[in-house]
């Protein structure tokens, strides 16, 4: 039987080894990791990928990196070089964008419908704020998504709503007097800042008389939202519904190791937010 042979291109010069745990226990037999891969320097890593074997679907490629940017470029790069039956599969989730929104927004949209909800996302100028905010406002939510600088997060909503046809409003939380207005009439916050920064207290939160649910990507003290723990899921706290980074992590991980399984069904999948999305509300059965 044809080994699975799974083509690790990593925009960062070393490749995850995060990544590469979870291509092996999603099922890929080899993993065959490069790392400072660019648009430049590609076209051979794809071509020696398509052209070598009969059996495609036993090869597929998986796009990462901390720079989200560059692996959107670079995973664009690597279709062009796809033609007739000479292609393979492929995933990308940059710094782990993709799957950890997914699973994020899987979760809440189980417990709570999200069309008409107005949702906030501090520091959401990062890979997993920008993508689980697509995904927000494609079920239906008014997403706004913010930084501590609104040209930040101008850029940032610019660049998603282009990509996939939403509408999300840019907005600054430089304080907490300014994120407490944002907060108003808000029904679900997200918080998708960087490791160890907090980004709201349990006071804001607490007797909120609008929000319904938090979720936090942060596992690292202290957390983006004060009050919220790291392993809840679906916890009710003060009559809202949380979600701490290892509460969602679970279904994280399995959705990455789902979709790398996935990956050698065929040789023409493409696995990107939609599609990643859509297999995480199957996993959660909401779908």
Request: proline letters at 3%; aromatic letters at 6%; a neutral charge.
């Amino acid at each position: 039987m044809a080994k699975k042979l799974l083509f690790h291109l990593d925009t960062d010069p070393m490749p995850s080894v995060f990544d590469t745990v979870v291509a092996y226990d999603g099922g890929a037999d080899h993993v065959h990791g490069y790392g400072g891969v660019t648009t430049e320097n590609v076209t051979p890593l794809v071509a020696g990928t398509i052209f070598t074997r009969g059996d495609k679907k036993n090869s597929a490629i998986f796009v990462s990196g901390s720079n989200m940017q560059a692996g959107e470029e670079l995973f664009e790069a690597v279709k062009r070089q796809f033609f007739g039956d000479f292609r393979v599969s492929i995933m990308i989730d940059s710094n782990g964008s993709n799957t950890t929104a997914a699973a994020m927004v899987a979760l809440l949209a189980k417990e709570i419908p999200l069309k008409g909800k107005r949702a906030v996302i501090l520091a959401g100028t990062g890979p997993v704020g920008q993508r689980g905010g697509v995904m927000m406002a494609q079920e239906g939510a008014e997403v706004i998504l913010t930084s501590r600088k609104v040209d930040r997060a101008q850029a940032a909503c610019y660049a998603m709503n282009k990509a996939f046809g939403v509408n999300m409003t840019a907005a600054a939380a430089a304080d907490k007097a300014s994120t407490a207005d944002l907060l108003e009439g808000t029904h679900i916050v997200l918080a998708t800042g960087a490791a160890g920064i907090e980004l709201m207290s349990e006071d804001m939160w607490k007797n909120h008389p609008s929000i319904v649910a938090l979720s936090d990507a942060n596992a690292t003290p202290p957390l983006g939202i004060q009050g919220v723990k790291a392993k809840d899921k679906a916890e009710n706290r003060n009559g809202k519904l949380c979600w701490g980074a290892l509460g969602v992590g679970n279904l994280k991980l399995n959705l990455h190791r789902r979709c790398i399984g996935k990956l050698f069904e065929a040789n023409n999948q493409v696995f990107d937010a939609p599609q990643i999305y859509a297999l995480a509300k199957e996993m959660v059965g909401t779908v």
